[in-house]
């Protein structure tokens, strides 16, 4: 992979082994709506310094892998009028040589942050296996890539319009260690719960930097880790709202394919929910830049 650009500040920070949180930009342009999307980048970018870390945002921008975002860059990759396009890691090549502007899902982000130099990243959801997979083969790359990238993943689980039983289970087969964060079961993105448990538990962000870092001395090569932070509760979807949203959803994308199915069962929650869903949606991003913060610092001390 070309040597991504890196700004000065978390090129400074990498040198001088200072903690670094990568953060995705594709929640930025397909997941929360204009306007919202640009709040929630600067209130991410901001709780991860209050934590005591450098937040570096990744993106592609004019075919050149960025790590890091000035304002106007973060402007930029939310402004609806450039339309990023969604990019996965396969997608790195073609918007590289083709000089286009890009937004990085998991998967294209766990790749540049590596590339870079950075280990621990937080984003919202991951990427999962997809409900009727079994037809579809739609499994998201962010499980690929997370098994074989050696990062730190914080996120709130998946979303319950996956099927997160079958995500569990490739998790497993692809060695992807998944760890809950003060809790014994996996979460579910806007719920806190998933009726699925996880096979261990850290309740301190120095527990998780501890099994972080022996994960990793323990096994040449090592995959990535998943730390699975559930939503705050007091900012968790109330049950009826969410089955309905998410029985809706489902409905609506049956004829929707691909890379293209993800932003559009979000899009229809944003827009059915009144907002809460947004705000379920930054009170648990924001939570986990907090925690990936805490770890990222404690793997430095
Ligand atoms: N889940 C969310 N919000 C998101 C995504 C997932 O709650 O914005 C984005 C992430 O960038 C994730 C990607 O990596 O969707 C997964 O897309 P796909 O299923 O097409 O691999
Ligand atoms: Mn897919």
Redesign the pocket.
């Known amino acids: 992979m070309s040597t991504p650009s890196i700004t000065p500040e978390v090129r400074t920070a990498l040198a001088g082994n200072r903690p670094v949180v990568a953060l ?1 930009s ?2 930025l342009s ?2 929360l709506p204009p306007g919202r999307n640009r709040e929630v980048a600067a209130r991410i970018e901001a709780v991860v310094r209050e934590a005591g870390a450098v937040p570096a945002t990744i993106a592609v921008l004019g075919g050149v892998a960025r790590v890091g975002l000035t304002d106007a860059e973060l402007d930029h990759v939310c402004d609806p009028a450039n339309d990023l396009v969604k990019l ?1 890691r396969r997608d790195l090549g073609a918007a590289f040589a083709l000089g286009r502007d890009g937004a990085t ?3 294209a982000t766990a790749a540049l942050a590596h590339a870079a130099g950075i280990d621990v990243f937080a ?5 999962g296996v997809h409900r009727g997979a079994r037809e579809t083969w739609d499994v ?3 499980l690929d890539v997370l098994a074989s990238t050696p990062v730190l993943v914080v996120c709130s689980g998946v ?1 319950s319009i996956l099927d997160i039983g079958a995500t569990l289970e490739l998790l497993e087969t692809r060695s992807v260690p998944v760890l809950g964060y003060g809790t014994d079961e996996f979460p579910a ?1 806007y719920r806190r719960e998933s009726g699925h448990r996880v096979p261990w538990r850290v309740d301190t962000p120095a527990e998780a930097a501890a099994v972080v870092a022996a994960h990793r001395a323990s096994v040449p090569g090592a995959s990535g880790v998943l730390l699975a932070n559930p939503i705050p509760s007091g900012s968790e979807m109330a049950a009826e709202l969410h089955d309905r949203l998410l029985a809706e959803g489902l409905e609506l994308t049956r004829d929707v394919h691909g ?1 293209d ?2 932003p559009a069962l ?1 899009e229809h929650f944003h827009g059915a929910s009144g907002g809460a869903s947004l705000d379920a949606n930054e009170a648990l991003v924001l939570a986990n830049a907090a925690l990936a913060a805490q770890v990222a610092v404690e793997l430095r001390g």
Not at 123 to 127: A, I
């Open positions: 995705e594709t929640i397909h997941g996965s899902t998991v998967a984003t919202g959801g991951l990427g998201s790359a962010d979303k993105f890379k199915v993800t979000l």
